[in-house]
Nanobody, 119 residues
């Protein structure tokens, strides 16, 4: 399974970005859980959001609830993370993740995309 993340960039506080993660090498609908994690410099990797294969079950980290929305398009083998009202503390490298168990890190990782929020 290969994951390719994109969509990061530089944005001012209060702005928005939409991350994408394209999956190849395995039928997307057969990947039960897809998620996003992030890692800021000097900090541990942090859970951001996860979604199950139907797109019905979603779960968010406390720091992003109400601001970020995770979704997936099984026909396009793509997962998305819509990030609104971004704050400087959201600055990090964002990684997409895939696996077979909801709320657990899966074994497949994308290469990461940098999100930088200026104040």
């Amino acid at each position: 399974v290969q994951l390719q993340a994109s969509g990061g960039g530089l944005v001012q506080a209060g702005g928005s970005l939409r991350l994408s993660c394209v999956v190849s090498g395995r039928a997307f609908r057969n990947i039960y859980a897809m998620g996003w994690f992030r890692q800021a410099p000097g900090k541990e990797r942090e859970f951001v959001a996860v979604i199950n294969w139907t797109g019905i079950s979603k779960y968010y980290g406390d720091s992003v609830k109400g601001r970020f929305t995770i979704s997936r398009d099984n026909a396009r083998s793509t997962m998305f993370l819509q990030m609104n009202n971004l704050q400087p503390e959201d600055t990090a490298v964002y990684y997409c993740n895939a696996g077979d168990y909801f709320l657990q890190q899966g074994p497949y990782w994308g290469q990461g995309t940098q999100v930088t929020v200026s104040s």
